[in-house]
């Protein structure tokens, strides 16, 4: 039952975008639900959904936050597409997401940095984010932060960016 209610999140989750016309992700037709760990940029862990790499793939729109149903996932790699719109608050939430990357988009508005417990690495860098520099006073293990190519403004506090020196 538990497998069901993965898979149904994951069907959700995969109208990452609004129009998936342009998705260009082979194998995700309809009937292919059953398969779903088998589909082209998903890992899964035993029927869970761990890692996404929808890397270059010429989608469009923006990211849904549905995305944040799947709590499993430690892996979510949208970069060099042409997502535009906020990155949804709720992946700040993933309680497993070490690696984040959403570089070569043209998202915007302030970035989702409240929470992140568990990220390693993270890449926002070449999108249209503004507002303060992102602090993530929560991750512990961040080693890895590439912010550069946005609208941020003022200055970078190196004491709230982690708890431990990048």
């Given at each position: 039952m538990g497998g069901s209610?993965?898979?149904?999140?994951?069907?959700?989750?995969?109208?990452?975008?609004?129009d998936s016309k342009a998705a260009g992700l082979i194998g995700w037709g309809p009937g292919a639900a059953a398969a779903c760990c088998s589909w082209t940029g998903v890992a899964c862990d035993l029927g869970r959904v761990v890692a996404l790499d929808l890397s270059n793939r010429s989608l469009h729109g923006v990211i849904s936050p549905a995305v944040a149903s799947l709590d499993g996932l430690a892996a979510l790699n949208l970069s060099r597409n042409a997502l535009c719109g906020a990155a949804p608050e709720a992946l700040a939430r993933l309680p497993m997401l070490r690696a984040l990357?959403?570089?070569?988009?043209?998202?915007?508005?302030?970035?989702?940095?409240?929470?992140?417990?568990?990220?390693?690495?993270?890449n926002s860098s070449f999108n249209s984010f503004d507002g303060p520099h992102p602090a993530f006073p929560a991750a512990a293990n961040l080693t890895a932060l590439d912010v550069s190519g946005n609208n941020f403004s003022g200055g970078i506090n190196s004491s709230a960016l982690c708890l431990s020196p990048l």
């Open positions: 209610r993965w898979l149904f999140h994951f069907l959700l989750v995969s109208v990452l975008l609004h990357d959403l570089s070569a988009n043209a998202l915007s508005g302030p970035f989702p940095a409240a929470g992140f417990p568990a990220i390693e690495d993270l």
